[in-house]
Nanobody, 116 residues
Framework: QVTLVESGGGVVQAGGSLRLSCAASGSIFSINTMGWYRQAPGKQREMVAHIISGGNTTNVDSLKGRFTISRDNAKNTVILEMNSLKPEDTAVYYC??????????WGQGTQVTVSS
């Protein structure tokens, strides 16, 4: 079993920044994928970014480089740095974890609200 604990959500004005963190614990396999998804009311959950344990990343083009994902393998933590936030970024952000032994896991979600 894998447990994901998210932190860093909150309320910010448009143009501001937030830093989300997700720490994984439990029976973690060293080769894994972690990342972030988000879901706004009335919309499907969508991928924001993924990063594998080796460091390669996958990002959503529509974010135009405003979001940066990174990880600290020693701490089993993935970071999402969000800059130049827009009201349309408002959503619940979910941490994601997957490995070939444990399968996939989701965090509880952390609310990000960007005011106009």
């Amino acid at each position: 079993q894998v447990t994901l604990v998210e932190s860093g959500g909150g309320v910010v004005q448009a143009g501001g920044s937030l830093r989300l963190s997700c720490a994984a614990s439990g029976s973690i396999f060293s080769i894994n994928t972690m990342g972030w998804y988000r879901q706004a009311p009335g919309k499907q959950r969508e991928m924001v970014a993924h990063i594998i344990s080796g460091g390669n990343t996958t990002n959503v083009d529509s974010l135009k480089g405003r979001f940066t994902i990174s990880r600290d393998n020693a701490k089993n933590t993935v970071i999402l740095e969000m800059n130049s936030l827009k009201p349309e970024d408002t959503a619940v952000y979910y941490c994601f974890y997957w490995d070939r032994i444990n399968g996939d896991y989701w965090g509880q979600g952390t609310q990000v609200t960007v005011s106009s």
